[in-house]
Every structure is written in structure tokens, then in C-alpha cells.
């Protein structure tokens, strides 16, 4: 029982630390563009990057959960 309580806690972590990247970089890139519009493929392109490495450490860090606990 404590194994399963323990997994839920990790997997929870590991879900919520890229939903905070995701949501401060949907804001971030939202207000960029509402300041300068004109800068619109730099800040996709910078947005795009972030939420690629965000994604790839949720994955590693589930990855790295199941490795843990299998």
C-alpha cells in the first residue's frame, strides 16, 4: 500500500512540474505578444523549444518512475 501511495505522489509531481512550464510559458509567450506582436516567430520559435525540453523531462522523469518501481 505505501508503494502505490508513493508512486501517486511521484507521478503526481511528474505531471505537475511541466503543466507549471506549460501554463507559464502559454502566459509568457501571450504577453510577449501583446507587447510586441512584431516579434512573433522568435517568441514561437523560443516557445516551441521550452515546451519540447518540458515535455522530454516529464517523459525521462516517468520513464524513471517505472524503472524505480517495476
Known sequence: MHRNIALLLI???????????????????????GRNPSAAPRIFTAMIIV????????????LIVFQLFS
Open 11 to 33: 507521478f503526481g509531481l511528474c505531471i505537475l512540474g511541466p503543466c507549471l512550464v506549460f501554463a507559464a510559458c502559454g502566459k509568457s509567450s501571450i504577453y510577449a505578444l
Open 51 to 62: 515546451l519540447i525540453f518540458a515535455e522530454a523531462a516529464a517523459i525521462i522523469a516517468m
